[in-house]
């Protein structure tokens, strides 16, 4: 196994820059019903859906205004359904100048998903964006953020970057595609969703606490010469305390004279054209069952 850290220099970030932060927002509203929880009690009561839809109503244009105010530009992650319900989100993406990307057409869970219904889907949600937009997205993140070596495969035939994996702490080249990483800490919803009506047995958590989180990883990460990959939910992080807290967090980031602030896709194309490609690339390896086999016939 390569050892990565020791056998390569830092990260190459452009014009000097030293490390690179990209504010994501996947915008999910009521898709994650139609797919991965389509047996969930949540489909037949009120509560979760209008909760959810808070999204495309209030959360994305509170989110909007905030890019506008520290003057930066974000990547939407954008099912196809939702596109085609609340057609005035992508046109308002895009003319205030944030990239939009694929996040799959109903939310699809991976694992559940055959591949011709990941290609499928992922055609669905094109013709939708062509439509509305006028354009080809560049990139993918996958709904719940797993992958199959099917999904890369097709990502690479269209020739778009993915950001659903988390190999690495900087872009990485899987497969021959180009990987702009997550990171589930750095992830407002496994902090922050919360649906009610009995269904969640504890109260999200405390904000402070996910700033202070959120403050170290940006900390060590801008040491480090590494990408901050920030991912919020309109539905959860356009309501309003929680936007004064990404307040907190972007006057740390913006104030640092060296990063990099950037879509998603400009990093790609970055990884794309530097010197980095060729230095962090890895294979997609799924598991194999190998115990049995290999005690096979101990007693």
């Not at 009690?41 to 205004?65: H, I, Y």
């Not at 196809?80 to 205030?96: M, Q, S, W």
Request: hydrophobic share 40%; proline share 6%; charged share 25%.
């Amino acid at each position: 196994m390569t050892d990565f850290r020791s056998s390569y220099p830092r990260y190459q970030w452009p014009n000097g820059k030293t490390s690179a932060f990209c504010f994501t927002v996947d915008v999910d509203a009521e898709s994650v019903y139609l797919w991965g929880l389509k047996n969930e009690p949540a489909q037949r009561v009120l509560g979760s859906m209008e909760q959810r839809q808070f999204g495309p109503r209030t959360g994305s244009w509170r989110l909007l205004d905030l890019f506008d105010r520290y003057d930066i530009k974000g990547t939407f992650y954008v099912p196809g359904y939702v596109a085609e319900t609340y057609p005035d989100l992508l046109p308002a993406f895009v003319g205030r100048g944030h990239e939009v990307g694929l996040h799959g057409y109903f939310h699809e869970f991976a694992p559940e998903i055959s591949d011709a219904e990941f290609a499928g889907a992922l055609e669905g949600a094109l013709a939708v964006f062509k439509k509305q937009v006028g354009l080809v997205p560049k990139g993918f993140r996958s709904p719940s953020w797993e992958m199959t070596p099917f999904m890369l495969a097709e990502l690479k035939r269209r020739g778009l970057y993915d950001s659903s994996l988390m190999g690495f702490d900087h872009p990485y080249t899987i497969d021959g595609v180009t990987e702009i990483p997550v990171q589930w800490t750095v992830d407002d919803a496994v902090y922050f969703k919360f649906s009610g009506g009995g269904v969640d047995k504890w109260a999200p958590t405390s904000q402070d606490g996910v700033l202070d989180t959120w403050l170290d990883e940006w900390n060590v990460i801008s040491r480090e010469g590494d990408l901050f990959m920030l991912t919020v939910h309109d539905w959860i992080s356009g309501r309003a305390a929680r936007i004064r807290m990404l307040e907190k967090l972007l006057d740390v980031i913006t104030r640092t004279p060296s990063v990099w602030i950037a879509p998603v896709g400009a990093v790609a194309e970055h990884h794309a054209s530097s010197v980095n490609k060729d230095k962090y690339v890895v294979k997609a390896r799924t598991p194999e069952t190998i115990g049995p086999r290999r005690f096979a016939g101990a007693r």
